[in-house]
């Protein structure tokens, strides 16, 4: 016996009862609890000198083995407009986006799927670099953080 649920929202949220009738035992039930979380996406702020090395963890409190079964990207955006930078299937190395000149050279995902940008130019002040892994194509994770540079 199984319920399917469709177009699941938060208000689906509750206790569910199955019963059904057995013979000669009788009725029998089972409970079960389900909780819908609302989409989450955390922001950070990260602040830094000029050309040091930007590293930009994925999702804070996740473990790569967390992440090594899903796909993930990274992207930038500044004045609400997103580019790829890289994407990563499940047991894939990772893919490299180079159609941006500003970063065809400095990106590197690191072991733990963390983003590095070396050096740091003035040209990423104000960026938004943001993690998406794709736990199901309806269950998005995303951690987005702003970068703010500071001259020497």
Known sequence: WALHLKNVTVSLSGQYECRFATYPYGTKAAKIRLIVKAEEEQHYMKELWLNQTLEIPCLEDTTSE??????????????????????????C????????????????????????????????????????????????????????LFGK
């Not at 963390?114 to 003035?122: A, G, R």
Request: charged fraction near 25%; glycine fraction near 4%.
């Open 66 to 91: 967390d992440l090594s079964n899903y796909p993930l990207k990274w992207l930038v955006g500044q004045n609400g407009r997103e580019e790829e930078l890289v994407t990563k299937e499940p047991s």
């Open 93 to 148: 190395p990772a893919v490299y986006r180079n159609s941006s000149m500003l970063y065809r050279q400095r990106v590197r995902l690191g072991l733990n799927n963390d983003l590095k940008i070396f050096p740091t130019k003035i040209t990423d002040d104000g960026r938004v670099f943001s993690c998406q892994v794709v736990y199901h194509p309806e269950r998005v994770q995303k951690s987005s953080t702003t970068v703010r």
